[in-house]
């Protein structure tokens, strides 16, 4: 399939690069480099969401009237039905994301799912499918946010013990680690934490905090406070 990806970010390069093998890639930035598909197969979206990310898409679709709009960006939950494109997140550590891709599921939410989850495989993404694009773009908004509130618990704890001049490590990763050992010995896999090392600075605003931004619960107020 003919293949064109818009915004070439850490995530459009290393996802043009799994790619490529398998399906001839180019993007609409580097113009002058590559010829830009006026009817590409599949329209890639990896910028990030913004208050016009609405409208840049709908000019992008227009313009280039391609089969499929897949969003790979992190975006509030309904954005994709509005543009009658399919929702796939990436699930990475950035900056290696091209590793990211091609080790983790990649999740592809909307009704026209299971016609681009071929598109993956060939390229070697193990995928799975769900109906709605709500369900990977709500799936994305809560991982991010239960990483913040993990970080956030780490450091609390770690505040604690400095002003009470107690070890972090026997406070918090020696019962965690101990508790996960005990819990997968017993047979319950489902029961262990995070262990976490505390980094005493504001949570980055590369992916939490802009996430958390995205989404209204009691939670994404507590990670944004």
């Known amino acids: 399939m003919k293949t064109l990806i818009v915004g070439m970010g850490e995530v459009g390069t290393a996802l043009a690069e799994v790619l490529k ?45 391609p089969k499929y709009t897949i969003i790979h960006s992190t975006c509030p939950v309904g954005i994709s039905s509005q543009l009658g494109a399919i929702h ?61 509130v993990c970080v956030e618990f780490a450091k609390e704890v770690k505040r604690f013990c400095d002003e009470n001049e107690l ?9 965690n680690m101990t508790y996960n050992q005990g819990y997968q010995e017993l047979g319950h896999p489902e029961f262990p934490r995070p262990v976490l090392e505390p980094i005493i600075k504001k949570i980055g605003v590369h992916s939490v905090l802009n996430n958390a931004n995205l989404l209204e619960t009691n939670f994404s107020k507590f990670i944004k406070k």
Request: proline share 6%; aromatic share 14%.
């Open 167 to 175: 070890s972090f490590s026997d406070v918090y990763r020696l019962p």
């Open 21 to 65: 093998q398998y399906n001839p890639c180019c993007d609409d930035i580097k113009r002058t480099q590559v010829n830009v598909w006026t009817a590409p197969d599949i329209l890639h979206i990896t910028f990030p969401y913004s208050d016009k990310f609405v409208e840049y898409v709908k000019e992008y679709q227009e313009k280039h009237k």
């Open 88 to 148: 796939s997140p990436i699930r990475c550590i950035h900056p290696n994301l091209e590793k990211g891709i091609k080790t983790f599921t990649k999740f592809i939410g909307g009704e026209k799912a299971s016609e681009v989850a071929d598109y993956f495989r060939k390229a070697d993404v193990t995928v799975c499918l769900f109906d709605k694009p709500e369900t990977t773009e709500a799936m994305k908004l809560f991982d991010t946010l239960y990483f913040g």
